[in-house]
């Protein structure tokens, strides 16, 4: 995504910006001041423990996309930052990758105990950056803590294997190590989670990380590897630059010292950073974009499936990359579905996300809202109709009336691809074959819901999908404790779980031989 805000050098920031004192309202100027006085209001990029600016003082600004204020300003990084990082992850490896698992083992707890003392501060930071609601931000906290928690634990039980070996004289062993410097690229969508899901398990085997955050919100990221730091997690182990994300990201393919690359984001630049590793053969995760299915079929209850299919939407405002895109109604179902539906979302508040009760914040910028004002025409214009919303919101800003469009077909942009938007498309099917060729007539393959009461039929749809995960009768499953991850363009890898440790392990086969006594 291309870069939003470059300030020029010296820009000032804060309170001596026109901007803050233009615009901002009570509640974003309470929530800021709170986080600066926690001390988490981190504004520079961290290199080998040291907070630092970039190296051309060039700034880029952070808004709130609620209200279109200036939070704050970070460095607008590149190519030299990012070599020191590496530089830095690199000469920190060999010490850390040696301590005990245990050793390892209590700075990552240490860190969970930080992120859940200043869990509020850190949601506020992304509700202000991010704009999804704060209960929701307050859920991602949690969330992404429980990865530092779980990895934190995990990194006890890196266990090799011995072998029964084919040579009475020999003995087979294998050990696992860790990969070594791991480059992370992450979204704005998680601005915490996203992080620690990576960072989690890389810490836990022994690697050292270089951390690109979105540019749209690096202020949690620069919060979390502050209370890294205080953790007692050694200077280098975690570096975090940011700003020019092609240069920067060029740096780290080409960098024969980062053995790794795990990127969150959209396919296209998840392809280029897979195309761009070859030359170095880096280890690769990609977690990209999915089209999820969303199966609504005749012997379905109706309440758990329109509460599953509501939160499995109109999380984050439709910015995930689990969201149901396509809500696939059988027949027999479709009008008690759709009239039921249509209900519920009409009871969802849109607005800032300080504000109490609100559940739909903004989008994270003008092109998101294009792109769902392009999709809705896109439908309209081939047959189907809106039967809710399918407009800019009168709040203004990056605002969208949450929305539910039916009689979706294959020929729409809503059903071929990813909306990321509070879009709902209904489509209606009539058998379970054709649901489940609908379903998988798509490039991508990371989440899919379906709602049905029959326990054969589960098994044999959950079976059918061509995806990496799927909810049975629940639109919200994503936890540390299991595997996350897509099939086909939705990506390489797991994160989560054990599985999420192998990502950051490489396996080594040691072999001895001539143990006969001489
Ligand atoms: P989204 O549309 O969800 O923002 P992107 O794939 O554009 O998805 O962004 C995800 C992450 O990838 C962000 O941190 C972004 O800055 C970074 N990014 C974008 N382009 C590149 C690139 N060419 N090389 C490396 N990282 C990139």
Known sequence: MAMRRVALQGRHLLSSSHLFRRHMSTEPMAALDRIRKSGLLKTQGLVGGKWVDSYDGKKIEVQNPATGDVIASVPCMGSKETTDAISSAYSTYSSWSKLTAAERSKALRNWYDLIIKHKDELALLITLEQGKPIKEALGEVNYGASFIEFFSEEAKRIYGDIIPAPLSDRRLLVLKQPVGVVGAITPWNFPLAMITRKVGPALACG?????????????????????????????????????????????????????????????????????????????????????????????????????????????????????????????????????????????????????????????????????????????????????????????????????????????????????????????????????????????AGLAAYIFTKSIPRSWRVSEALEYGLVGVNEGIISTEVAPFGGVKQSGLGREGSKYGMDEYLEVKYVCMGNLKET
């Open 207 to 443: 690697c050292t990380v270089v951390v690109k955050p979105s540019e749209y919100t690096p202020l949690t990221a620069l919060a979390a590897a502050d209370l890294a730091l205080q953790a007692g997690i050694p200077p280098g182990v975690l570096n975090i630059v940011m700003g020019n994300a092609p240069e920067i990201g060029d740096t780290l393919l080409k960098s024969t010292q980062v053995r790794k690359i795990t990127f969150t984001g959209s396919t296209a630049v998840g392809k280029k950073l897979m195309e761009g590793s070859a030359s170095t053969v880096k280890k690769l995760s990609l977690e990209l974009g999915g089209n999820a299915p969303c199966i609504v079929f005749d012997d379905a209850d109706i309440d758990v499936a329109v509460k599953g299919s509501l939160a499995a939407k109109f999380r984050n405002s439709g910015q995930t990359c689990v969201c149901a895109n396509r809500i696939l109604v059988q027949e027999g179902i479709y009008e008690e579905f759709a009239k039921a539906f249509v209900k519920a979302v009409q009871g969802m508040q849109v607005g800032n996300g300080l504000v109490e009760g609100t559940s739909q914040g903004p989008l994270i910028n003008e092109a998101a809202v294009q792109k769902v004002e392009k999709f809705v025409n896109d439908a309209t214009s081939k047959g189907a109709n809106v039967i809710l919303g399918g407009r800019r919101h009168n709040l203004g800003m990056t605002f969208y009336e949450p929305t539910v469009v039916s009689n979706v077909n294959r020929d729409m942009l809503l059903f071929k691809d990813e909306v990321f938007g509070p879009v709902a498309p209904l489509v209606p099917f009539k058998t379970e074959e054709d649901a489940i060729s609908m379903a998988n007539d798509t490039n």
